[in-house]
T-cell receptor, first 114, second 114 residues
Framework: ETGVTQTPRHLVMGMTNKKSLKCEQHLGHNAMYWYKQSAKKPLELMFVYNFKEQTENNSVPSRFSPECPNSSHLFLHLHTLQPEDSALYLC?????????????FGPGTRLTVL | QQQVKQSPQSLIVQKGGISIINCAYENTAFDYFPWYQQFPGKGPALLIAIRPDVSEKKEGRFTISFNKSAKQFSLHIMDSQPGDSATYFCAARGISGNTGKLLFGQGTTLQVKP
């Protein structure tokens, strides 16, 4: 596997379900990000992890719970979601050690909340 | 609230034409302005980026023009091709801290007609 991978690619869940999104980066980066992408809206930054420590929580509702066990893996735990949470959830990673810190994105998880 | 405003929301160009997408920002404390390209079913990928100490950067058919005094920057795609049909996002990175946090524009959907 190369780059940034995300699983599952598609997820349909009811409002009472609990599910988790997984992201893995194979680039040796030390920062990881969760974004929400909704139609006709800018990408919304949700969380930032820097060396496994959460450095940003962009006023995200508590029904979204991130976890970063190491610098290669990032999870987003979901529970009691609302239909308006349906969106594409993108994971990204970057190296904060060098250069312009280009963010590399995964393909995303298309989430539908019924 | 800091914003990056992007226009137009959608753009249709004939093959061989020039595609122009504009962005404006409201905060002077940005030090890096990337453009991302996203194809359906994929995550955004870095296309080209510029720092505010230069007024123009060109890579192949893609050029960024940067006007620091006007707080505006634009992407020009010369000799547009059907394969350029995608959604384009401008972004800006804040100077403060080292989180690599990007603020994205709303996106422009480009269609290049054969």
């Amino acid at each position: 596997e190369t780059g940034v991978t995300q699983t599952p690619r598609h997820l349909v869940m009811g409002m009472t379900n609990k599910k988790s999104l997984k992201c893995e980066q194979h680039l040796g980066h030390n920062a990881m990000y969760w974004y929400k992408q909704s139609a006709k809206k800018p990408l919304e930054l949700m969380f930032v992890y820097n060396f496994k420590e959460q450095t940003e929580n962009n006023s995200v509702p508590s029904r979204f719970s991130p976890e970063c066990p190491n610098s290669s893996h990032l999870f987003l735990h979901l529970h009691t979601l609302q239909p308006e949470d349906s969106a594409l959830y993108l994971c990204a990673s970057s190296s904060l050690r060098t250069g312009d810190n280009e963010q590399f994105f995964g393909p995303g998880t298309r989430l539908t909340v019924l | 609230q800091q914003q990056v405003k992007q226009s137009p929301q959608s753009l249709i160009v004939q093959k061989g034409g020039i595609s122009i997408i504009n962005c404006a920002y409201e905060n002077t404390a940005f030090d890096y302005f990337p453009w991302y390209q996203q194809f359906p079913g994929k995550g955004p990928a870095l296309l080209i980026a510029i720092r505010p100490d230069v007024s123009e950067k060109k890579e192949g058919r893609f050029t960024i023009s940067f006007n620091k005094s006007a707080k505006q920057f634009s992407l020009h795609i010369m000799d547009s091709q059907p394969g350029d049909s995608a959604t384009y996002f401008c972004a800006a990175r804040g100077i403060s801290g080292n989180t690599g946090k990007l603020l994205f524009g709303q996106g422009t959907t480009l269609q290049v007609k054969p």
